[in-house]
């Protein structure tokens, strides 16, 4: 994906920047729905499991085409897939501008899903194509800034924007710069020129048919979700359980990310110097307690518990990705990527809160989170299975 001839990573930093924006808007619209949970909610007379179920359809739709987007990228460069990602998820981010019931806010949402999901493999393989390999680590450093920027912008733009329009507006006005994004990035982006090549992975069979792949489905998608799905559901429960205002909510979940972007740089130190199953195995076990604290605590051990939560999950991912690089060969890690990650986004970002949205309507989203930490404890059993590591 890379040549000996790519430019240094300071001559390749503006078009570095360049992918990062464009996945940020891949990414901000994804974390922008957990706020705007609370008005559309409402306004569509949903329940909280209908609520969820709206991420589910986010993920089934996001999933599906991560997995087949190598279909698309034999056809196209890779630069121009993932501009047509930005482009098309903001015509579907468009369409939110005609909502308005459950069922069309489901297959608007579905459609960005199908377009968002798009992105990752095709802007991956362009973010290679900009820098040398030595430099790899710091595009990638840069890269990762997006959902942990995202994830800290998103609360704060959904309080200031709904002061000023309703959230189909907050939606459709992303939408606008994400497809204006995506066209800018297609005429003049760098990068992604090369056509993925070779047929389809003759290991799929072989590597499904290993138990330690579908251990990586459990750790990956409960990182995922440990990321994702409190964030998702936070406003939500702390809105309606807590009775914390919403102004109030979205600051908290703000505050809770401020600090993942240095984790994130962090982490990779820490992983280097404890061993990848040890950095897991601790992440599990706090993580899990932390979520106990959620789903248990209230006033300031309560907001402690969430910003404490937040950072554990920008620690696990250098972990948990240097742990499935050491558990299969490098000739295996490309398939195996694509085989795991689809199922983990639709454990994380769909499965996860769509429990949660349940345990809502029960009554207790509290009863959610703890489940989430009994999930953590019981992937440490998984953990020990991952033989084949040196971590």
């Keep these: 994906m890379h040549t000996s001839?790519?430019?240094?990573?300071?001559?390749?930093?503006?078009?570095?920047?360049?992918?990062?924006?464009?996945?940020?808007?891949?990414y901000l619209p994804r974390s922008l729905v957990s706020p705007l949970l609370v008005p559309m909610e409402a306004e569509l007379n949903m329940s909280h499991s209908q609520a969820t179920g709206l991420l589910l359809l986010l993920s089934a739709g996001f999933s599906v085409s991560m997995a087949l987007s190598s279909v698309l990228s034999r056809v196209l460069a890779h630069r121009t897939v993932a501009a047509l990602s930005a482009v098309a998820g903001g015509l579907a981010l468009g369409t939110f501008a005609f909502v308005e019931t459950r069922v069309q806010a489901g297959a608007a949402i579905l459609c960005f899903g199908l377009s968002a999901g798009l992105y990752f493999p095709s802007g991956m393989a362009t973010l290679a194509s900009l820098?040398?390999?030595?430099?790899w680590g710091k595009a990638i450093a840069v890269h990762e800034l997006a959902p942990n920027v995202s994830f800290i912008a998103a609360p704060l733009i959904a309080s200031l924007a709904l002061a000023f329009m309703s959230w189909r507006e907050v939606l459709c006005l992303t939408g606008a710069v994400s497809f204006v994004l995506g066209l800018m990035f297609l005429f003049f982006g760098r990068g992604g020129e090369k056509q993925r090549e070779g047929n389809l992975p003759v290991s799929c069979r072989s590597l499904l048919a290993r138990p330690r792949l579908w251990l990586f489905v459990v750790l990956i998608g409960l990182s995922i979700g440990g990321e994702y799905a409190p964030?998702?559901?936070?406003?939500?429960?702390?809105?309606?359980?807590?009775?914390?205002?919403?102004?109030t909510t979205n600051s908290i979940l703000s505050a809770s990310r401020l600090a993942c972007p240095f984790v994130v740089l962090a982490a990779g130190i820490v992983a280097d110097r404890l061993g990848t199953k040890t950095a897991v195995r601790l992440y599990l076990i706090f993580h899990g307690v932390m979520l106990f604290g959620v789903g248990l605590a209230s006033g300031m051990l309560l907001t402690g518990s969430i910003i404490m939560q937040a950072l554990l999950t920008a620690f696990v991912f250098p972990a948990v990705f240097k742990l499935l690089a050491e558990a299969f060969t490098p000739a295996e890690q490309a398939t195996a990527m694509s085989l795991i990650m689809p199922m983990a986004a639709v454990l994380g970002?769909?499965?996860?809160?769509?429990?949660?949205?349940?345990?809502?309507?029960?009554g207790s989203f509290g009863a959610g989170f703890i489940a989430m930490g009994l999930m953590n404890f019981a992937a440490l059993g998984a953990l020990v299975k991952t033989a084949g590591s040196k971590g």
Excluded: Q
């Design 5 to 26: 001839s790519s430019p240094s990573f300071s001559k390749a930093f503006p078009w570095v920047l360049f992918v990062t924006l464009i996945f940020f808007i891949n």
């Design 131 to 135: 820098v040398r390999h030595k430099d």
């Design 231 to 247: 964030f998702s559901v936070l406003p939500l429960y702390l809105v309606n359980e807590k009775g914390i205002p919403f102004d």
């Design 349 to 362: 970002t769909g499965i996860i809160p769509a429990i949660l949205g349940m345990c809502g309507d029960a």
